[in-house]
């Protein structure tokens, strides 16, 4: 009997490999869309974020310009006089809130009306269109310059919101005073070379150089070269010799002749009651200073180290830039006592007066010929020439080598003119503080 063997049929399953495959690609794209979304999401969040920063800084920059357009159309609240300025000290609370307390700076006063403890924005501030919170403040604090001087510094601060309020952006500039001109002293003669050869008078400036041992008198010129053989009439004398008879013109420490004066009137009959001329060659060296440390820049020295294109551009701004002098007679100084010649000036009258003297830079030659009366300071980049008979209330200053030459004019030391020139009203602006800029986003 035959056995048939029993066969076993296997069947091959092609489809277990294709489903892990599928499976495995599934689970892939999955993890792929999720990513993706999520990383959408995340760019959406992040774009939403940086807008919102961005609505925010927008407006709080916004701020910040009304506030420093405030303070630079009102510049009288320097001086911290204004009764809108509140005392941050008025309250724990109030010191403690926004702005009295910036970061880690807690500031005096804030130019505010305060409601309980809540200090008030300015209320001068546009609306933005938008609705989005966009407020102004300014805070005020005070310092010490390099001199232990108190000087006051006036800081705007621009708060901004998103709309949605979830983002907050500050940005703040300070200020601070700076004056036109060097507030130290300012002889009656500045010149890197004088020629004293000729008929001339120099009444002297009261101060004395008490920072230098060599020098100890009352100062009539400060000169780096001395020419000229020292001949002719001219003479120095102090300003209590300088006389009309037994009243004295202009006398710093009594008050002295025509005090009040704002014209040429009473000075023209004064003149030195005894002289210090080179009859006395001691006089001659206690009274003209012949320095060696005599400044490099004379310009620099007299505008605190600015460079002439800045004043300029101060003259260009009150609209005193001018080609020549024919016009100085017509020009208002009460609306700023810089003015600036690109030409040659020849002065045709009488200039400026005790109440509103004049600054004048020349760029050209500088020259006086005739009986006039000036009451300021005149600065050349060039030469300077007098004659004729003019009387200078003030200080005449030469820049660099520029020669002063003279013959027949009168030099007078005026402490009300030079008082005048640093007025603050009219001889200082408001500057930003270089690095006092800050930008804060939270």
Known sequence: MKHIKSQKFITKQKGAVVLFVSIVLLIGVTLITIFAARVGVMDQRIAGNEYRHKESQAAAHAALEQASAFIETNKVIYNNTSSNWSDCAASIAIQAAFPCTLGDIEYEKVYSTLSGTIINPLSFVTPLSSGITSDSFIVFTSSLDTSGSATNILTAVGRGLSLDGTANSIEQVSYMQAFLLNPGQIPPIMASKIDINGSFTIVADPHTASDDSDYDNPLSAWVATLDGSSTGSWQTCNSNQYKNGDQECGDILNGGYDETQTSNAGWGGCSCESNMSDDDAM????????????PDDVFGYIFNGDAPETIEERAIGIKHHFANCNDLASVDLSEGALVWITGECSIPSDIGNRTNPIL?????????NGNHNVWGVLLSISDIQLSGGPIVHGSIITDSDSKLTAGGYTQVYDPQVIAGLQNPDVNSELTKVKYSWINVNN
């Open 360 to 368: 004048l830079v020349s760029e050209g030659l500088l020259k006086i």
């Open 283 to 294: 006089s001659v060296k206690n009274d003209i200073l012949v320095d060696p440390d005599f």
